[in-house]
Nanobody, 126 residues
Framework: QARLVESGGGLVQTGASLRLSCAVS????????MGWFRQTPGKERQFVAGISRSGGGANYADSVKGRFTISRDNARNMLYLQMNSLKPEDTALYYC???????????????????WGQGTQVTVSS
């Protein structure tokens, strides 16, 4: 069983950058396809990005493509989300998630995720 803990959120201005981190414990992160999601009050959770177990493949939501980069360091059991050119509409609670499904190569919006962190808040002011 995996435990996920996010960090790195904060309050920034439009155009700024942030890097979110997710620490994985319990099992090696290399056992999981990983992803980032975000959610705002009253809205459904939205897929942001997913990355394969090795880090060799990634998927992004169209809304963040070209601005966000997902990466991982399996030696450190860490997942990252580099967010550049932030916009007010990026404001949300950001979650990392882990998928143990063997058939999921590069996690995407419809992939099953088994473990979730508690989230880190990102607020982008205009």
């Amino acid at each position: 069983q995996a435990r996920l803990v996010e960090s790195g959120g904060g309050l920034v201005q439009t155009g700024a950058s942030l890097r979110l981190s997710c620490a994985v414990s319990g099992r090696s992160s290399s056992n999981y396809g990983m992803g980032w999601f975000r959610q705002t009050p009253g809205k459904e959770r939205q897929f942001v990005a997913g990355i394969s177990r090795s880090g060799g493949g990634a998927n992004y939501a169209d809304s963040v493509k070209g601005r966000f980069t997902i990466s991982r360091d399996n030696a450190r059991n860490m997942l990252y989300l580099q967010m550049n050119s932030l916009k007010p509409e990026d404001t949300a609670l950001y979650y990392c998630a882990a998928s143990s499904s063997a058939w999921v190569v590069v996690p995407a919006a419809g992939s099953p995720f088994d473990y979730w962190g508690q989230g880190t808040q990102v607020t982008v002011s205009s």
